[in-house]
């Protein structure tokens, strides 16, 4: 199973660190909120989708990427290292 580091959550962001080892993965699950993903350490994920389809997701450090809230999937690690990478939710806006 892949390990999730809170590192902060409050009224406006959830900030989670992922570790995912070689053949873990994150369970099927439905982003509730839009998030952005930051490469920590240079590995790739799979992202099965509940269609079975599947995208390749390289994780680069330092770089990130952004989706939409709504999104389902599983994330697996089919690599011999291990995936590390910063995910934050937008939980709230503070616009007027």
């Known amino acids: ?15 989670i660190e992922w570790t995912i080892e070689p053949g873990d993965a ?3 699950h439905t ?3 839009d998030y952005a993903v930051i490469g920590i350490e ?4 799979w992202a099965v ?6 995208l390749e997701v390289p994780i680069v450090p330092g770089e990130g990427y952004t989706r939409r809230a709504g999104a389902t999937h599983r994330m ?6 291990r995936v590390v990478f910063t ?3 937008a939980k709230a806006s503070t616009a007027p």
């Open 76 to 81: 697996e690690n089919r690599g011999d290292v």
């Open 26 to 28: 994150i369970e099927l």
């Open 49 to 54: 989708l509940p269609d079975g389809s599947e």
């Open 1 to 15: 199973m892949a390990t999730p580091k809170l590192l902060a959550d409050d009224d406006r962001f959830r900030i």
């Open 42 to 45: 240079a590995s790739t994920m």
């Open 87 to 89: 995910e934050v939710e």
């Open 31 to 33: 982003h509730e909120h």
